[in-house]
Every structure is written in structure tokens, then in C-alpha cells.
């Protein structure tokens, strides 16, 4: 792929150089003895029981063609193994359901969302025979801080200012990201996926289903840490489920997920002995 300075405002606006800077993403030579990954971030293309949603039509002719040529794109990665946010005790269901695509891929199948529309699609463009399910379910209450300061008989005792700002103004520091993530759904598919992936959206993510709790809590309680704790022990179970599947350093890994769980691995995979994590939006970019 190239070994660019991968602007992301060049893709979406023009703008000044002041404001550029801060989306400059720089390409990072690859270990080849290391397990190739290409860790991909998306929106629900359906619906979703999440707290944030994109209005997304899956059946309109001009959305399904962005996603094929999306696939296309990352089909480049050459993946040998492809991760969707399944259950792996799901994997014959969803099999039998790639399989079905296989044998008719004019269409793309709408029924997962982006899983099987983008998903199944980068898996065929790769030649790859089936699927991998590594998703695990774990409940926890990312809303407590807002429950909190509802509720006039209680009080938040940890840091309620940071709290509210990483709410109301998540990029206070960041105003470019800031303006494109408000008019995210103008923007076409191919850049609301690039500004998904990119580091400090990927940050906000995080900041959004978990570490915002950790300025929460009711007297000297750690109630907002715990229900935080409880994301990073289903991401860490996800990535369990990753590497209990079979591969060698031959191998090339693709993962497509919601982004607060690509957030949550690229922390993993990026100190790992084991992988090593391209660029995704070198891989975004035509």
C-alpha cells in the first residue's frame, strides 16, 4: 500500500493547514514476523440497540455499490482470515448464510447489517471459505454518569466537570473533528468510515462507552469504573476469541466491528508480540 501522509481533510473538505495537522496519520513500516491485522471500525448499518446511530439505508442501489466498492478497497489487504462481530457459537448460521451470498453475490446481503454486506463481500473478493465469529456479550451501563446527574438525590463525587465535557464537548480540543462529526451523515460512506478510523474518533469511541465513567462515582464508591471495567472485559474476552483461532505469521487478518470494540483491540494488538497492525486508512483511500 502506499507510504503516504494520509490527510483525512483532503478526503472530506478543504480546509486550513492549521487544522490539518491534527488529521495527519503517518504509515508505519509493517513486521513481517509479526501476524498481519488490518482492524476496520463501522457504524451499524441496520438497526442497532446502540446509544448512537447512523441513518443508513442498506437497500438503496447507490449505498449498496459504496459498500461494494468499500470492499473492494479492503479486499487489497489480501485478508486469509476474516473476523466479523459474531458469537462464535453462531459460526455454522452465519456460514450457511455466507455461503448463500457466495452463490449469489449480485446482491448484497442486508440481513447483518454491515457485517454481511461489507463483510461477507471483502470475504469473497479474498477467496476466503468461510467466516469467523469472535464477538462475546457482556452487559454494562455506560449510561450511569447521565443517570447520575438525572437523578437530584444523588451525586457525582469523582470529577463531574470532566464528565460533562467529554458529554457535551468531546472535542473541545479538536474543532476540525469536531465540524465533520457533525455533519457526519452528509458526508459519503467511504468518508464517514475514514473519519471512523481514524485515531482520535477511535479515541472518542472509547471515551464515549467507557473511560468517561472513570470521573464518576457516588461518595467514595467506584461505581463508574466498575461498569467501565466491565467493556474492557468483554473487549478482552473478544480478543481472546480472536486468538483462539488457528493462524500463522503467513496469515493476514481482517476484523470488522463496531468501533468502540476496534478501538478497544487496537489497543491490544498494538503492543502484541504476536500481531502487527496496518494502517486502516491506507486501506480507505482510492
Known sequence: MKNIMFILALCLVGC???TDSVLRIKTEPVNANKIQVLNVGSFHFGATSDANSVDFDEHSQANQQAVKDIAILLAQFKPTIVCLEFLPQDMARINQAYQAFLANPTRLDTHYG?????????????????????????????SLGDFIENSPELENAVD???????????????????????????????????LTNHPLMLDHSLNTNA?????????????????????????????????RIPMTENDRVLILMGSAHTAMLREFIRRSPKFDMVNTLDYLTP
Do not use: C, W
Open 211 to 243: 473511560d468517561k465513567l472513570f470521573y464518576v462515582g457516588i461518595g467514595d464508591g467506584f461505581e463508574g469504573a466498575e461498569q467501565a471495567a466491565q467493556f474492557y472485559l468483554r473487549n478482552m474476552k473478544i480478543y481472546t476469541n480472536l486468538n
Open 114 to 142: 454491515e457485517l454481511s454486506m461489507l463483510g461477507f463481500d471483502v470475504a469473497r473478493l479474498s477467496g476466503v471459505a468461510k467466516v469467523y465469529g469472535i464477538d462475546h456479550h457482556l452487559g454494562y451501563n455506560y
Open 16 to 18: 486550513s493547514s492549521a
Open 160 to 194: 463531574r466537570q470532566t464528565y460533562l465535557q467529554l458529554t457535551h464537548q468531546p472535542f473541545l480540543h479538536y474543532p476540525r473533528l469536531a465540524e465533520l462529526n457533525q455533519r457526519f451523515e452528509q458526508l459519503s460512506l467511504l468518508q464517514q468510515l475514514q
